[in-house]
């Protein structure tokens, strides 16, 4: 994920417990919102929402996320660095 040096949209990728994920947000001041989407073939399956802050070169927050049938739901706070 790239965050754009002001108010602007961000995209990234992801991987882990939920699989392999795009996402899709918005940066507005410190604040960053957007969606988690399963990329093509992804095996598990989950869809999700991220609230989050950057601090600095830190972005810190929540992610909340289900898989489609909404039966398996998880819910992680995070945190990323620069590198």
């Known amino acids: 994920m790239t965050l754009p040096a002001g108010d602007g949209a961000v995209v990234g990728k992801a991987s882990g417990a ?3 994920q795009a996402f899709a947000g918005f940066l507005e001041g410190d604040r960053l919102v957007g969606s988690l989407a399963p990329s093509a073939g992804a ?5 999700g929402v991220v609230e989050a802050k ?7 927050g929540t992610i909340r996320a289900s898989n489609g049938d909404g039966r398996v739901v998880r819910e ?7 590198k």
């Open 43 to 47: 095996s598990p399956e989950f869809w």
């Open 54 to 60: 950057r601090e600095g070169s830190k972005v810190t």
């Open 18 to 20: 939920l699989g392999a």
């Open 76 to 82: 992680a706070t995070f945190t990323l660095e620069s």
